[in-house]
């Protein structure tokens, strides 16, 4: 298990990257299948409506999801900083303040989601007709917060050490394990939007539990009772890397929340429409997230070892691979996203027409501007690894600022049309921010390296600032 470790201080930048992304990329197809077979199922099996619950529940649920997500990966950060620079006693330190972090967050989630559950989806203008079944899918998605957490956390210490196998195959499993418990839960037991819950939440089990007994497998990641002796001082420097970063994941959420408002007030035709776009928005994603991850851990890893030239050419293979890859995403979107939309919906031919229309119309317009979004990721995870988790999180705000700014406006005008601009526009608003603040930052490291190309005196501090 250990082989999958890697250090990406030594090799060609493109190499170490798109190694690193590719078996991310993989599992993130194989996730995409299972947020696919459960929304296709629902769609299929419970009826149009049902697809309408589901996506009114979306938002609300994401707004945790990228939380957890968030805090995990920025405890990390400090993880990959201290592999890089050859660090083991402090990165096991780093991992056993990590896990306790994430067991205290996770139970704080767990009480303020399902208390805040009803209030918000009301909030929202959730409509009579799909309100109950958004409700049953976020107190069983609420339910498994700890077990999301353990997943997301283990995941990233992998990653963090270069191992992006692992995750890989903890995806596959949860993958194969929801597809089957989607078909048994909701076509044969006719559990309806309770068993596409419930089959999501054990396959996530599954994948934590796998991730664990690589961790339990790696001879560096054997932590002893002195790994767990409080300080302070680190748990406060993880909170400072991983608040800015869920903080981030829950601003953009809040901006999702105003866009499915909006979305409400249009009726479940483009609720379900834009729902099922939704749920393949992760084929047009999946790309750039690997990317980012793979970014992330260079950057840190990098940086840790004192290489920031290594960074800049490693950006710069990043970007065109995001380039191609987002322009080849694009067009087979364009070119299959009917035929693929058609796997969620059904019912009278006329209202499934309709669904299809705004469904489409909303895909076309992703595809289009796809590229922005893999731009956002890239610079957005580079900024990350080099421990500068605050600008990230203000341009969470400027997607906020934009997606809010665009939807309460442009709907007037230009109806339905006004929505779907809403997302590219806030992506183009965080990448204003992204990018010259990556440039910046990679100067000033530069600068703090002395000399000989060996690291600063201080890395977290100046990774920081």
């Not at 007030?265 to 992760?282: E, M, P, R």
């Not at 665009?406 to 921010?433: R, S």
């Amino acid at each position: 298990m250990a082989s999958n470790i890697k250090d990406m201080t030594q090799g060609r930048p493109a190499r170490l990257i798109f190694a690193f992304a590719l078996p991310l990329m993989v599992g993130n197809v194989f996730q995409q299948l299972y947020i696919v077979v459960d929304t296709a199922v629902v769609g299929r099996f419970v009826g149009v409506e049902a697809l309408a619950s589901v996506g009114a529940a979306d938002w609300p649920n994401w707004m945790v999801l990228g939380m957890v997500t968030g805090f995990a990966q920025g405890f990390c950060i400090l993880i990959s900083q201290r592999f890089g620079a050859g660090d083991m006693a402090g990165m096991r330190r780093n991992v056993s303040h990590t896990y306790a972090l994430g067991l205290a967050l996770a139970a704080v989630l767990t009480l303020a989601a399902h208390l805040a559950a009803r209030p918000i989806l009301t909030l929202l203008g959730t409509p009579d007709n799909v309100m109950g079944g958004a409700m049953t899918y976020l107190r069983i998605s609420y339910s498994g917060i700890f077990v999301i957490m353990a997943y997301n956390v283990f995941s990233s210490v992998l990653r963090a050490l270069g191992d992006s196998k692992s995750p890989l195959y903890a995806m596959i499993i949860a993958a194969a394990i929801n597809v089957v418990l989607d078909l048994l839960f909701v076509a044969v037991f006719h559990w309806g939007i309770a068993g596409a819950a419930a089959a999501t939440l054990i396959a996530q089990c599954f994948s934590a539990l796998y991730c664990l007994l690589v961790i339990r497998r790696i001879e560096l990641l054997r932590l002893s009772r002195e790994d767990f002796a409080p300080d302070f001082a680190i748990a406060h420097r993880l909170l400072t890397l991983g608040a800015p970063m869920a903080l981030q994941n829950g601003i953009i959420a809040v901006g999702g929340l105003v866009v499915q408002y909006v979305i409400n007030g249009f009726g479940f035709i483009v609720i379900a429409g834009l729902t099922a776009t939704n749920k393949i928005f992760g084929l047009l994603e999946l790309a750039a997230i690997s990317y980012g991850f793979s970014m992330s851990t260079y950057a840190g890893q990098n940086l840790g070892a004192g290489k920031v030239d290594r960074i800049r050419r490693g950006m710069r293979a990043a970007l065109l691979m995001a380039v191609a890859t987002s322009a080849v995403i694009s067009i087979l979107m364009l070119v299959f996203g009917r035929s693929i939309l058609s796997l969620f919906v059904s019912g009278e031919p006329d209202v499934v027409q309709q669904v299809l229309d705004v469904a489409y119309a909303y895909l076309s317009i992703l595809a289009y501007m796809l590229c922005i979004l893999y731009f956002l990721h890239i610079y957005r995870s580079a900024l990350q690894g080099m421990g500068d988790t605050v600008r990230p999180m203000i341009s969470g705000v400027m997607e906020l600022a934009m997606r809010i700014l665009v939807v309460m406006t442009l709907p007037k005008v230009l109806g339905e049309l006004g929505i779907f601009l809403a997302e590219p526009a806030a992506w183009l608003g965080a990448d204003a921010l992204l990018i010259p603040s990556y440039y910046l930052l990679l100067r000033r490291q530069k600068k703090l390296l002395e000399p000989n190309g060996s690291q600063p005196e201080s890395l977290e501090e100046s990774a920081s600032n």
